[in-house]
């Protein structure tokens, strides 16, 4: 029996603070429609998380996977609010104390060395998708409209990006 590349799709932020909620409603939109889709991706084990967390308790969940697709987020000030960046892993900005869950955490690309050093099986594919936000700090279930109306290209990228995991089987 041929192996499926085990692929998780991870939504990020915290849904009650406002854009930072983004990546959860593009992974929300995933699930939604990944059952009629799946027959696109037939060497693909698709899973879709939902987390609002990140440094070492991200790497543990992106553990025993093959391909992580990273839904967050991101505060540039480079392009337009709802701009919808694609980043492998070396281009994401690298926060040592920013935006963790804990002063005692450190960044994902910190956590991720981390756990190569330890023997972490960790996927070789990470890419991340991610939209300029606006509000991050405010509570609200509300996007801000930009952010809003960029979740269809969101979901585009990621639907782009299963296609080039199954192309690459």
């Not at 939604?32 to 987390?51: N, S, V």
């Not at 025993?64 to 070396?90: C, F, K």
Request: overall charge negative; hydrophobic content about 40%.
């Amino acid at each position: 029996m041929e192996k499926r590349l085990r692929t998780r799709i991870i939504g990020l932020g915290n849904p009650i603070l406002g854009d930072d909620g983004v990546g959860w409603r593009v992974a929300e939109q995933i699930e939604k429609e990944i059952e009629a889709k799946q027959h696109l991706y037939p060497h693909l084990w698709i899973d879709i998380q939902k987390f609002s967390l990140g440094g070492l308790s991200l790497m543990e969940q992106m553990m025993d996977t093959d391909a992580v697709i990273l839904i967050d987020a991101i505060q540039t000030g480079n392009q337009p609010i709802g701009s919808v960046y694609r980043l492998n892993i070396e281009e994401l900005p690298n926060y040592s104390a920013g935006h963790t869950t804990s002063p005692h955490d450190t960044s994902l690309q910190n956590a991720l060395e981390a756990g190569k050093l330890m023997g972490a099986q960790l996927p070789n594919i990470i890419w991340i998708i991610a939209i300029e936000a606006e509000k991050v700090y405010e509570f609200s279930e509300q996007l801000s409209l930009p952010v809003e109306q960029a979740i269809p290209q969101a979901c585009q990228a990621v639907w782009e990006y299963l296609s080039q995991l199954e192309e690459k089987r």
